[in-house]
T-cell receptor, first 115, second 114 residues
């Protein structure tokens, strides 16, 4: 089946630094990738939709200059949290779709802790 | 705008009890519907999905869900729960067109006692 990986699985960084999270579709080409954020014991909130070769579409309230998304190829999307602060600590999850409007495949998530 | 409502925040059951978790969605067009499960410390796993056809959908681990279009509902059921079903359950929906994100409900925590 379709597999989506994320790297790193967890990261701890100091306040003010930037962190890059990678999302890869391992055995299929993902025309669209999605980034979600999940706070402890809460649901997944969509942050942005990333289409290969074009700019990401951000949800209302998500700062595009803080959460930089790059979808340079059909198998890789990256999320960079710039100038991270403790309130950015969260679980970041990506998903990938094949572009048919059906099932999405989720990565295992990346836990970010900003000290 | 699309939205998903899960009625139960926390459900506590004994083993062998029957389960039904409510899910209602708000969307004006054709949708795809999903139930995901997240076991403690693990990532999301797809339980079942509905795209079209038979409104009664069977998924993994004995779960099923019924799409009732007139009620905008997609309730999850299992006749007899097990301790290993303890997890967080999320209902999700997206529009039936390419490249649309999933909108998730707030989730229901299921605790099953042995």
């Amino acid at each position: 089946g379709a597999v989506v990986s994320q790297h790193p699985s967890w990261v701890i960084c100091k306040s003010g630094t930037s962190v890059k999270i990678e999302c890869r579709s391992l055995d299929f080409q993902a025309t669209t990738m999605f980034w979600y954020r999940q706070f402890p014991k809460q649901s997944l909130m969509l942050m942005a939709t990333s289409n290969e070769g074009s700019k990401a579409t951000y949800e209302q309230g998500v700062e595009k200059d803080k959460f930089l998304i790059n979808h340079a190829s059909l198998t890789l999307s990256t999320l960079t949290v710039t100038s991270a602060h403790p309130e950015d600590s969260s679980f970041y999850i990506c998903s990938a779709g094949s572009g048919r409007g059906d099932e999405q495949f989720f990565g295992p998530g990346t836990r970010l802790t900003v000290l | 705008a699309q939205s998903v409502s899960q009625h139960n925040h926390h459900v506590i059951l004994s083993e062998a009890a029957s389960l039904e978790l409510g899910c209602n969605y708000s969307y004006g067009g054709t949708v795809n519907l999903f139930w995901y499960v997240q076991y403690p410390g693990q990532h999301l796993q797809l339980l079942l999905k509905y795209f079209s056809g038979d409104p009664l959908v069977k998924g993994i681990k004995g779960f099923e869900a019924e799409f009732i279009k007139s009620k905008f509902s997609f309730n999850l059921r299992k006749p007899s729960v097990q301790w290993s079903d303890t997890a967080e359950y999320f209902c999700a929906v997206n529009a039936n067109q390419a490249g649309t994100a999933l909108i998730f409900g707030k989730g229901t925590t299921l605790s099953v006692s042995s």
